[in-house]
């Protein structure tokens, strides 16, 4: 490790700054699945202490972006295609049940909200930087839990999400699947827009099913950049 990527002790707090440093290396592939993550290294890397990072380890685990493996100790994770394809499938079928309480439970505040966000998907997502398209999706979901008024199911949204974070990178980095979902979003927002649950849903159902099938072949890509 020759870059030390420190962090700002009077920003967010020390444990926020290190966990997101972390993730994005994890993301930009900088700690590739399967690699070992050295308690040590992590510190020299981030400048802070031992105590930090297994916080940080801990927290990353429990999200499953990071594994434990006996005698090994943590590593980053390693995803099956069946992983990858069952984490989708289930993903598929919560954000579509988020949308349907979207469409019944909303304000018309809400609404207004994900109609004017509409409006820039060709600026911030389709023509947008990685940065920008993370932020468009998560403003996306943020307004459709809003207005899905339900504690549980964002609880278990977020821990997904949480799990796929790897496969959104993906999603927003390879100029095809960000024109696909480009295309799959307009599809997702009329159709919510104009309270169809039923169009909304399939659609939904259909983008990430989709999904799930291209973070298996971009995750091989990751894995073996030669190979495809």
Known sequence: MTEK?????????????VTTLLKRDILDGFFMPGDRLVESALCERYGVSRTVIREVLRLLESEHLISVVPLQGPIVTKLSEDDIINLYLVRAKVESFMIELFIKNAHATDKKELKDLYQNLDEKFLNGSVDERWEYKDKFYDILLKGAKNNVLEEMILKIQARVGLFKHFAFVYEDRVKRGYEDLKLIFDATLDEDIEQACAHNDQHLLDAGQAAVVNYKRRLNPNTL
């Open 5 to 17: 990527l420190q962090v700002q002790r009077q920003a967010a707090p020390i444990r926020q700054q």
